[in-house]
C-alpha cells in the first residue's frame, strides 16, 4: 500500500502530455487579392506611392472623406441625450428598415405597399449576401448552383461556397470590353431551372460595364424562363451616375414592371462613406405578406446564431439622414459630387494616355476609350497581369492583378504619373 501511495503521488506530480503545438499543422492563408494590396501598399515607404486597389472613396488631394450629412447627422444623435446604446432586435433598427427598401425599390414600389418584402439590417453587403445564401441552402430542395459573373468581385464565390453551393460562371465581358450579351444570355438559358443567378444593379465590379435597359429586359427574359433564384448585388446605387433613381433602374424593372421575386443587397458603404461602419441590408420581394412574414422570421433565424443582432450606430446614421429632407438633399448632392469626380478622372486619364501617346495594353483595343466608357468606382483597364506587378515593383502603383483600378485613387496631381507608368510597363513588355 506505501509503494501504491507513493506511485500515485509520483503519478500526480508528473506533467500531462499534451501537443506541443496544436495547430502547427495549419497551413498559412492566401493573402487576399484586394484587401492584400492594401497591406503592400501601407508598408512601401515610397513618397510616390499610388493605391489603385481598395474601392474606397479618395478626395481630388487623395483624402478619406467623411460626408458632411454625415457629419451633421453624427452631431444630432450626440446631442440626443434620450437614445441609449441597447442592443437592437435581430432584423436591425426599424426607422432604418423602413427607410432602406425604398431608397432601392422607391417610395411608390407596389411590393412596399402590399408589404410583402422581408427585409433585415446586415452587416453591409458582405453580409446579406452570406444571409442570402444562407436562406437559399436552407429553404431549397437541394441547394442550388449559383451563376456569377466572369469576371465578378473575388468574395462573391467563396461566400457562396461557405453556404455550402456550388458556384459556376456566366459570360459577362468581351475582348473589346463591352459586354458580351449573346454569351451571357447563353450561359444563364444554359443554366438548370431554379439556379441562382447573382447579377449587379448598377456599376459592375470590377468592369464597370452594365447592361442598357434593352439588355436588361432580355435578361429578366432568360431569368423568367429559367425561373431562377434573382440576387441583386447593389454596391454602388447613387454613388454610379449619382442619380439613385436611375442606379436602381433594373431591379425596380424586374420588380415593377415585371413582378419578378427578387433578393436585392444594398450597402450603404460607398454612398454614404460609412466603410467601417458595415451598414447594409438585404431584402426579399415575396409573392404576398404572408410569405414575407414567414420570410424575415427565417432571416432572423439565420442572424442569431451568425452575430446575434447588427450595429447600431451606422443605422442611426443613414436613418437620420433619409428621414431628413435637407440632409437628404443634401446627401444627393454629395453623391452628385462624388461621381462626377470619378468621371473627370476616367477622362484625365484617358487625356494624359492620349497626349503621351501611350498604346492600348493589347492589339485587341484601338484606344483608351473603355476607360471613359465604363461608370462607377472602377476601370477594367485590359492591363495584364504582368504590367500590373510592373506598375507596382518598378512605380509603386498598387492595383489587383486583374488589371482593375479604383479610379478613386486617381487625383489630379498623380493622373500623369499614373499616365506615364502604364506607357512604361506597357512599351516595355
Not at 460595364?209 to 431569368?223: G, L
Not at 458603404?269 to 414575407?292: H, M, P, Q, W
Not at 498604346?359 to 465604363?374: E, G, L
Not at 472602377?378 to 479610379?407: E, W
Request: with cysteine; glycine share 6%; aromatic share 8%.
Amino acid at each position: 500500500s506505501t509503494r501504491c501511495l507513493l506511485l500515485l503521488v509520483a503519478l500526480s506530480a508528473a506533467p500531462l502530455l499534451c501537443s506541443a503545438n496544436r495547430w502547427g499543422s495549419v497551413p498559412q492563408a492566401p493573402a487576399d487579392p484586394i484587401l492584400g494590396v492594401a497591406v503592400a501598399f501601407k508598408a512601401d515607404p515610397d513618397a510616390k506611392k499610388v493605391n489603385l486597389g481598395i474601392g474606397a472613396y479618395r478626395t481630388a488631394e487623395g483624402k478619406p472623406l467623411v460626408l458632411k450629412c454625415v457629419r451633421e447627422a453624427e452631431k444630432k444623435i450626440c446631442n440626443d441625450m434620450s437614445l441609449d446604446k441597447e442592443y437592437l432586435p435581430m432584423q436591425g433598427l426599424e426607422s432604418f428598415l423602413k427607410a432602406t427598401s425604398s431608397v432601392i425599390l422607391g417610395k411608390d414600389s407596389k411590393a412596399l405597399k402590399e408589404e410583402r418584402v422581408a427585409v433585415v439590417q446586415t452587416l453591409s453587403g458582405t453580409g446579406a449576401l452570406r444571409i442570402a445564401g444562407e436562406f437559399v441552402a436552407k429553404f431549397s430542395d437541394k441547394p442550388p448552383k449559383v451563376y456569377i459573373s466572369d469576371p465578378s468581385w473575388g468574395n462573391h464565390h467563396t461566400i457562396f461556397q461557405k453556404c455550402g453551393m456550388e458556384t459556376a460562371k456566366y459570360r459577362y465581358i468581351s475582348k473589346m470590353m463591352d459586354l458580351d450579351i449573346d454569351g451571357m444570355l447563353a450561359d444563364l438559358k444554359a443554366a438548370p431551372k431554379g439556379s441562382v443567378f447573382v447579377l449587379h444593379t448598377i456599376a459592375h465590379n470590377p468592369t464597370g460595364v452594365d447592361p442598357t435597359p434593352e439588355q436588361w429586359k432580355q435578361i429578366a427574359d432568360v431569368c423568367a424562363e429559367r425561373d431562377a433564384i434573382l440576387i441583386f448585388d447593389t454596391a454602388y446605387q447613387g454613388y454610379a451616375t449619382g442619380d439613385l433613381e436611375k442606379d436602381a433602374w433594373a431591379v425596380r424593372y424586374f420588380a415593377e414592371e415585371r413582378g419578378m421575386e427578387l433578393m436585392v443587397t444594398q450597402s450603404y458603404s460607398k454612398n454614404f462613406g460609412l466603410y467601417g461602419e458595415r451598414i447594409g441590408a438585404l431584402n426579399v420581394a415575396c409573392a404576398d405578406e404572408e410569405t414575407a412574414v414567414k420570410v424575415r422570421s427565417q432571416l432572423n433565424g439565420i442572424v442569431r446564431p451568425m452575430y446575434s443582432n447588427p450595429q447600431l450606430h451606422g443605422a442611426r446614421l443613414v436613418a437620420g439622414v433619409l428621414s431628413d429632407e435637407r440632409l437628404s438633399a443634401m446627401w444627393q448632392q454629395e453623391l452628385t459630387d462624388m461621381s462626377q469626380r470619378i468621371v473627370d478622372m476616367r477622362s484625365a486619364l484617358v487625356g494624359s494616355l492620349n497626349r503621351i501617346g501611350c498604346p492600348p495594353p493589347s492589339a485587341k483595343f484601338s484606344s483608351w476609350n473603355h476607360i471613359t466608357s465604363q461608370i462607377g468606382m472602377f476601370a477594367f483597364t485590359g492591363l495584364s497581369p504582368q504590367h500590373c506587378d510592373q506598375l507596382t515593383k518598378k512605380h509603386h502603383i498598387y492595383c489587383t492583378r486583374n488589371g482593375r483600378f479604383s479610379m478613386a485613387g486617381v487625383t489630379p496631381s498623380n493622373v500623369d504619373y499614373v499616365a506615364n507608368a502604364m506607357k512604361d510597363v506597357i512599351t516595355s513588355a
